[in-house]
Nanobody, 126 residues
Framework: VQLQASGGGMVQPGGSLTLSCTASGRTVSSSTMGWFRQAPGKGREFVAGVNWNGGSTWYGTSVEGRFTISRDNAKSTVSLRMGSLKPEDTAVYYC????????????????????WGQGTLVTVSS
């Protein structure tokens, strides 16, 4: 599976941004998809995940209520709409796929995800 993320950029505090990730090379319609982020000098942090049919979502505590994850299996894409952005949201954002096939839950550990995109930088600054 190859994952291509896009949509990163610079935004002011309080603003919004939407990231997208497209999968290719193999169908991911039965897999879980998620987003992680890594700020400078910090470890990679779980941001959000969505199960195979979009019926289950899970968010990291620092973004819950501000970010929304969604997927379109017909287009093999997963999106992350980020609102009320804060400077501490500045990071490289990575999309990932976990082969939790046809499951209701969403894994939050990095080692549960087998495939990773290259990352897209989000900078929140005035």
């Amino acid at each position: 599976v190859q994952l291509q993320a896009s949509g990163g950029g610079m935004v002011q505090p309080g603003g919004s941004l939407t990231l997208s990730c497209t999968a290719s090379g193999r169908t991911v319609s039965s897999s879980t998809m998620g987003w992680f982020r890594q700020a400078p000098g910090k470890g990679r942090e779980f941001v959000a995940g969505v199960n195979w049919n979009g019926g289950s979502t899970w968010y990291g505590t620092s973004v819950e209520g501000r970010f929304t994850i969604s997927r379109d299996n017909a287009k093999s894409t997963v999106s992350l709409r980020m609102g009320s952005l804060k400077p501490e949201d500045t990071a490289v954002y990575y999309c990932a796929v976990a082969d939790w096939l046809y499951r209701d839950g969403v894994p939050i550990q990095r080692n549960e995800y087998e495939f990773w995109g290259q990352g897209t930088l989000v900078t929140v600054s005035s």
